[in-house]
């Protein structure tokens, strides 16, 4: 069977950019709070005509335009949100349209701020079979639509953006690709991150309205402590799986959430924090599109090069877990 490798990357965030010192007009917190935090400096905002597809496209156009190809020869696109246009049809169906990719079936993802990682383990297997020759995974979120920007808590940490992958088959001979993942779900942690309303449990009404129940509702402390502790354990039995420890990793990509976490793991696993991509300063949280956002920074910065071992981690809502390793195949 072939097995699945990146063959390109694109990224995109809106101009808007939304600093510390705007939000002390808009919510009682400070530059120094949110930075000891969060390590959070900015984050982008997205304008309230662009939704999650526009983002997705733009993420998607980049990406093919850099492999070279038309959207057309594309056989499957999966979109990773938690911020849909809209219920149905799916963000996959209005990407899969606006670019022109007429052969490609596609759905959306939800696993928050896994969903890309979960795209990635879901691409490689499509590819890895045989059946799929080329398949687009995107992660983008318009989180400041679903952010309470009263709630001091939450509105810090969240911004917009999209980032988009392609996976295809390694060729011959070649030793680059997907080596293996590790994902899982514990859904006891449901109640300690989620949007409450707009489902069929709570659908939109009124009073959901009014009771700020189509925000994200956060148990900050919970949620901290299970990410430092799953993405740990995750990132080590993945390793352990294939006989391999960190000093095998050129670079460990993690879901950018809060600093403090991917610190807090980094020092567990033993790895070295100049073999740690963070960007969050720059970004936020952008749930599905960091781990391609932040991929990005590290081929800019020449941190990963052809051949060498990546490690993807993420922790997010449902609790979702995820974690994946590649031997990276694009070029610098």
């Known amino acids: 069977m072939p097995r699945a490798k990146i063959t390109a990357l694109g990224c995109y965030v809106p101009p808007r950019v939304l600093t510390n010192f705007d939000l002390e007009k808009m919510v009682e917190t400070s530059n120094e709070w949110i930075l000891e935090r ?48 809209m219920l149905f049809p799916s963000t996959a169906c209005l990407v899969q349209d606006r670019i022109g990719a007429k052969g490609a079936w596609g759905f959306d993802l939800v696993a928050a701020c896994s969903g890309f990682v979960y795209g990635l383990t879901t691409a490689a297997h499509l590819v890895g079979s045989g059946s799929h020759q080329r398949v687009l995974v995107i992660g983008s979120d318009t989180m400041s639509r679903i952010i309470n920007y009263k709630d001091r808590a939450t509105c810090v940490l969240f911004g917009d953006g999209a980032g988009a992958m392609l996976i295809e088959p390694v060729e011959d001979g070649e030793n680059t690709g997907f080596i293996g993942f590790m994902n899982e779900v514990d859904g006891s942690g449901g109640e300690y991150l989620k949007m409450p309303a707009g489902g069929s449990r709570m659908p939109a009404s009124r009073s959901t309205v009014e009771q700020d129940l189509h925000y994200v509702h956060q148990d900050g402390q919970q949620v901290f402590r299970y990410a430092v502790k799953k993405m740990y354990e995750t990132c080590r039995d993945l390793l352990q799986r294939h006989n391999l420890s960190v000093d095998d990793i050129a670079m460990m990509i993690p879901h950018q959430a809060n600093r403090r976490i991917i610190t807090a793991v980094a020092e567990r696993l033993g790895m070295p924090p100049e073999r740690v991509l963070i960007n969050i300063d720059k970004y936020g949280n952008t749930t599905a599109a960091t781990i391609p956002l932040a991929t990005q920074d590290a081929v800019e910065q020449g941190k990963i090069k052809k051949g060498d071992l990546v490690l993807f981690a993420a922790v997010g809502a449902g609790f979702t877990v995820g974690a994946n390793l590649w031997r990276w195949s694009m070029d610098s």
């Open 38 to 85: 969060t390590g959070i400096v900015t984050r982008h905002i997205a304008s309230p005509d662009v939704a999650t597809s526009d983002m997705a496209v733009e993420a998607a156009k980049q990406a093919l335009a850099k492999r070279g190809i038309e959207a057309a020869t594309l056989d499957a696109i999966i979109v990773c949100t938690v911020t849909p246009d």
